[in-house]
C-alpha cells in the first residue's frame, strides 16, 4: 500500500468520475440550452452517458496487480472501487431511463445533474481511504438525494419524504463524523488503512475503539438502513419520485455497503469478534424487522421498502462471516439486488404511469392487463424471494454458505426463516396480480421503449446472474480479496 | 403337440382371462352373442384340463406339467406351475363347475359382458391357486380370486348383497393378511419363495438364528409358529372352520346362482387344498400339536352346521350350511391325518386324507348341483322360503327327480360319490379320532333330517295355489347343466377307482 | 458426441413453457397443442431413458458433466441410475397424462402450462441431479409454482390458504435441508458439491447424527412425513386436477428422493441412529392417513389423505435400510405415482361434471362413465396393495424388508391394508354404483378421447407392472445396491 507520486496516468484511474462531472455539466447546459423542457433528450443524454462513461469504467477502470493508494492516500484504486463504481453507473443509468416521464422530475435538467452528482458521490465512496475523503463523499452523496427525494414541490409525500431524509441523514452523519474524530484523535491520521496500525501503537483501550466502532456505525447503519436506523426508509421511500426511490434503495444502499465493508475491515480489526456479534444481532434484527413490519403493508413502495430494509440484513450476514469468501458473497448479494430491486421498482413505476396507484389491491388483475409486465413483477419479486433459477437464489445462498462456512449456523437458520417469510409477501403480491380479478382488467398498460429496454436488461441480468453467477462470483471474489 | 404339453397349465391357467378379456369387444347389447362366446371360451380351458387328466401318470413321485419362469426375481419368486394327485382333480372340477355355471347364467340379463368377464377372470384365479409352486405365486392368484366374487355378489346379488359381499370381502381379506404376512416371514426366513426348495429346507431351518449375516429379531421358531397360525387362520375362514365360518351363510345366500356355485364349489376348497399342500407338510409337528383341536373343530362344523341346516326356512341357506357340515368332513379327514402321519397309524391316515380329498371333490360336485337347483326354483318362484314353496313334484315332475337325485348324493346315500368320500373319511379318522368321528356320525343323523326336509318342504306336502298357472319346471339348458354333475355322482359312487387311483397315489407318497 | 438426452429431458418443459409465453393469449388450441408436443419429447425421451439403462453395467449412466462455478466446485452433472430411471419416466407419463386431462382449462390456458412445464423442469432436474447445489436449485424451481398453478386455477374455496399453506411448508423443509448441505459442504473439505464427492467424505458420525435430521425432515416434508404431512391433503385438494396428479404423484416422490439421496446416502450413519424414529414417524403415516382418509366425506379428500398414507410406505422402506425395503420404496415410487395420477384424473372428471364431490352426493356413476368407473377400481386395487397390480408389486418388498428390520412395524402397517381396502371399497360403492342422485341424472356428459387415453395409459401401466415386475423390479433393486452399498447394510 504505497502511496504513489503524482503522474499524469494516475488520472486515468478517476476517468470515471471526471467524466461524470462533465457529463453533469453538459446537462446543466442542455438544459439551459434548449428551448422547452426535453425531458426526453435529457434522460437519454444521461443515459447514454452513464452508459458510456460505464464501459469505459469496465475497460480503463480496472485496477492492476496490486491495490495502490493515489492522490496522496485518499483513495484506492482497487477491485472494490472498481465492481461498485460499475454498479453504480449501471444503477444511475437505469434510473435515468426510468424517469423518462415521470411528472414532476422528468424535464428538469438539474434532477438529471444531481443523479449523475449523487453517481459521482457513490463512486468516491467507494473508492475513498481518507476519513476526510469519506466524509466528503457521503455528503456528496447523500445531499443530492435529499434534494431528489423531495424534488416533487407540489407533493406534501415527496416533502416530507426529503425534509426526513435529510434531517435523519443529516443527524447520522453529524454522529458518524463524531466518530470519526475521535478516530483521528486517538491514532493521529486520517488514513484509513493507517489507522488500525496507529491505534494498536497507542494501546487504545477496546472499549474505547468499540465505542468510536459504535458511533461510525450509526452512519452507516443509516445508509444501508440497518436497525436500528431504518425508520427513515419507509417513509422516504414512499414519498420519493419512484426513480428516485429505486435509485435511493439500491445504489445508495450499496455504496453505504462500499464503505462499511471497507471501514469495518480495515480498521477494526482489533475487535473484529465483537463488532461482528454486533453485526450479527444487528444484522437478525434488520431482517426480522423489515420481513415482519412487510406483512400488513398497503402500498407497493412502503412493502418495498421494508423489503430492501431485510434484504440489507441478509447481505449483512456475509460480513459477519468475516472471510474473504463472506465479503464477496455481500458484494454479489448488492449486484443482485440492485439489479433485481431496480426491475421492481421498474414494473411500479410502468404501473403508476397507467393506473395512478401504487396500492398493492389496485395491482389486481395485472396479470391480465399486461402478462409480461406481470411476468416481469414475477420474475422480480421471485428474485428478491431467493427463487431459482433467479439472481435472488444463488445470492443467498452464497450469503448462508459463508455464514455455516465460518460457524454461524443460527444466523443462517435465522436467515433462511426469514426468507421464508419475505416469500410469504411476495407470494401475496402475486396472488393479487394473478388472481384477483378488477374492472379495469381490459385497459391496456403502455410501456415506452426505453422502459422496456430497462425492464429487459434488467430480467436478462437476473436470470444470467442466477443460472450462470460464475463471473460476477469471480468479481466479487476479487473485490473481496482486495479488502482482506 | 410339444408346446401344449410343455405349457398345458399356462394355457388352462390363462385361457379364461384371455377369453374374458376378449368378451369386452363384444358390444354390449349382443347378449346371446356374449353368453355363448363365454362358454365357448369356458369350454377351452375344460377341453385342455381333460387332456391333462388322461396325460397325468399316478404314482410318479413329484409334480408333473412343471413349468418355470423369471417372474419377480428381486425377491426370488418365480412363475412356477406343477400338478400332482391332489391339484388335478381341483383342476378338474374348476374347470368343468365354471362352464355349467355360466350355462345357468343364461338368465342375467343385467350388465352380461362384465358379469361374464369377472367369472373368467375368477376361475384363472382359483386354477391359479391350485397349480401354483410358488407361495408368492399362490398369493396373488388366491387374492386374485377374491374381488371377482366381491363384484358377482355385489351387483347380481339378491336382496341382502350389500352386507354379505362387504363382509366377505372383509373377513377374506382380513384371512388373507394374515396368509400375506406368514408367506412374507417364510419368504425372509428362506429366501425363496418356491415351494419345493422350501419344503426342503424348512425343517432344518431350526438352529440358526441369523439370516444372511442380518440378525432378525425373531427367532426361527417363533417366525415358524407365527406362520403356522396365520396360514390357518386363513385357510380356516376360507373352508370354513367353525367358528370362522360366518361370512358362508351371507355370501353363499346373497350371491347369484352361478356364484354360489362357484363359492361353494370352488372357493371353499381353495382353505382345504392350503391346508393339504402348505400347512401339513411345512410343519407336520405343529400341525400334529393341534390337529385335536382341529379334530374337535372339524366334528362340530359338521353337528352344528347340520343343526343349523336344519333350522332353516330359507331353501338356499339351508344349502348354504350343509356346505359347512360337509366340508368338516374335509377338515375331520386332514385333522386325522395330520395327528397320525409318518406313525403306526400312517395307513389310516393315508385313507382319511384320500377321503378328504375325494370328498372335496364330491363336495364341489353335489352342492353346485344343490345351490343350481336352488337357483332354478328361485328363478320360477322368487321365493326360496320353505315355506312358501311345497307340492311342487307334481308341477316339476323331472326337477324333482333330479332334486332327489343330488340331494341323496349330498346326503351320502351308499351309490352315490357322497357315501364313498365320507366313508373313507371316517374309516381313516376313526382309529385315530375315535370320539370326534363318533360325533359326526351324528352330524351324519341330522344331515339326513335337513337333507329330507329339504327335498319334503319343496316337492311334497299340499301345494301352495300361487304356483298353479306358473312353469315351475327345469328347462332344457338347466338339465344339461346339471346332467354332467349327476352322472359324475353317480360314477364315483359306483365306481371311485377312476379317480381314487389318481388322488391315492399321491397321497401315499406324501403322507404315507 | 452424444446426444445430451438428460438435458434435453431437464430443459425441454422450460423451454416450451418461456415460448409458450408468447403466444397470444387467445390461441388456446394452438397453446394445447404446443404444451402436448412438448410432453411429448419429455415423455418419448423419458422412455428411452428408462430402457436403454443397462443393467448389467450398472452404476450412472447417460452422464454429463459441465463446470458451472469452479469456484466453488458446482459442476451442471447429471446421470440417470436404478432409483431414479422409474423416476424420471414417472414424471413423463404424469406428464404427457396431465396435459391431456388439462385440455379443458380454459381460462389462461398460456400461464398455466407455462408454469407447469417449470415446475416439470424443477422435477426432472433433481431426479436426475448428481450435484448438490444443483439439486437444490431444481428442487425449488420444482415447488414454487404449485403456488400460482393452485391459487389461480384451483378450488375456489380454500385454493388461497392452501397455496400459501403449502409453498410455506415446502419452502421452510427446503431451506432446512439447503442449511444442512451448506455444512456438509464445508465439513467435507471436498471443495465440490459433487455427490460422489460427498459421498466418500467421511464425516464424523456426530456431524452425522445431527445434521441428519434436518436434511432429511427438510426433504421428507415434501414427502409428506407425520407430522408435517397437513399441507399436503388441503393441497391436494385444493390443486386443479393435473396439478394435483402431478403433485401426489410426482412432487411428492421427489421430497422422499431428495431426502434418500441427500440424506441416507450422504449421512448414513445418521440415517442408521435415527432409523426407529422415522420408522416410527412413518408408521404414524400409513396406518393415521388410512384413518384418517376412512372417515372423509369429500372424494378427493379421501385420496389426499390416502398418499399421506401411502407415501408411509415409501418412507418405511426407506428407513429399513435393507436391500428389499429400499427395493419397494423405489418400486411403491412408481407404483403410487402413477396410482394417484390416475385418482385424481377420475375425481377430476367426476367432479368436473357433478360439481360436488361430497360422497353422500354421488352414485351410480358406472353406468354413464364405465370406463372412467373401471379405471378408479383398477387404481382402488392397486392401493389395497391387490396381487396383479403394482401396489402389491411395490409393497410386498417393503413388508420383508420390515420383517428383516423390525417385525413389529410389519404388522402394525400391515393393518392399514384392511383400513384401505375398506374405504376404498366404499368409496367405489358410494361413488360409481349404486343409484345415480336426481339432479345429477342427464347432467353428466362422458369424457372425450384425451381423457380416454390418459386413464388407458395409467391404468395399463398399473396391470403391467403387476403382472410383469421384471420390468421394473430389477432396475430397482440395483439402484437400491447403490444405496446399500454406502449405507452398509445388506
Redesign the interface.
Known sequence: MSIASFEPTTLLTVLPEILLLALAGIILVVDLASQRSRGLLLAWLTALGLTGILIIALLYGQPGENDVLIFGGMLRHDWTAFAFRVLFLFAAAMTALLSIDVEGVADRGEYYALLIVATLGMSLMASSADMIMLFLAIETTSIPLYILAGFMKGDDKSTESGLKYFLFGALTSAVMLYGFSLLYGFSGDTNIYRLSEAMRAGAVSPWLIGGMAVLVLVGFSFKISAAPFQFWAPDVYEGAPTPITSFISTASKAAGFAVLLRFMLAVFPAIEAEWVTLLAIIATATMTVGNVLAIPQTNIKRLLAYSSIAHAGYAMIGLVALSSFGTATVIFYLIGYVVTNITAFAVVILFARSAGSDEIVDYAGL??RS?GLA?VLLVAL?SLGG???LAG?VAK??V??AA??SGW?WL??VG??N??IG??YY??I??VV??YRSEDENKPITIPRSYALVLMICVIAILAIGT???PW??WS?NSALSLF | MAFLQAHLLTLILFSPVAGGVLLLLIPRERLQAIRWAALFVSLIPFGLALWLWFTYQPGVEGYQFVEQAIWYEAISSSYHLGVDGISVPMVMLTTLLTPLAILISWSIEDNVRSYMTLFLLLETGMLGVFMSLDLLIFFVFWEIGLIPMYFLINQWGSGNREYASFKFLIYTMAGSLGLLLAIQMIGVASGTFDLIAITEKWSALNQSLTLFGLPITLAIGTVKKIAFWAFVVAFAIKVPIWPFHTWLPDAHTEAPTAGSMILAGVLLKLGAYGFLRLVLPLYPVEAKYFAGVLGFLAALAIVLGAFASWGQDDFKRLVAYSSVNHMGFVVLGIAAAAFAQGTMQADDAVIAINGAVLQMFNHGLSAAGMFLLVGVIYDRAHTRDLNELGGLFPLAPIYGGILIFTAMASLGLPGLNGFVSEFLVVRGSWPIFTLYTAASMLGLLITGAYILKGIAKVLQGPLNEKWLGHKMEINRREIIAIAPLMFLMLLIGVWPAWILNIINQTVKLLFG | MEVPILSIVVFTPILFGVVLFFFPAERHREIRIFALAGATIALILSLWAYFTYDQAIGGYQLVERYSWVPRLGISYHVGVDGMNAPLVLLTGIVMFTGVLISWGIDDRPREFFGFLFILATGVFGVFVSLDLFQLFFFYEIAVFPMYLLIAIWGWKVTREYAAMKLTLYLFVGSVIAIVGGLAMYFASGAHSFSLFALEGAGFSVDFQRFWFPFVFFGFAVLGGIFPVHNWSPDGHVAAPTAVSMFHAGVLMKVGAFAALRVGIMLLPEGARFWAPLVLGLATVNVVYGAFIASIQTDFKYVIGFSSVSHMGLVILGFATLNLNGITGAGIQMFSHGVMTALFFAVVGMVYDRAHTREIPKLGGFIKVMPLVGIAFIIGGLVSMGMPGFSGFVAEFPIFMGLWQSQPIVAIIAAFSIVITAGYIMRVIGRVFFGEMPEELKGHITPINTFDKIALVILSGILLLVGVYPTIIAPLVESGAQVVLALVGGA
Open positions: 396479470s391480465r402478462p411476468l421471485l427463487m431459482p433459477p437464489f445462498f452464497y448462508f454458505a455455516i462456512e449456523i443462517a437458520f433462511v426463516l426468507a421464508i416469500l410469504y407470494m401475496t402475486l396472488k394473478y388472481l450462470l453467477s460464475a462470483l469471480d471474489v
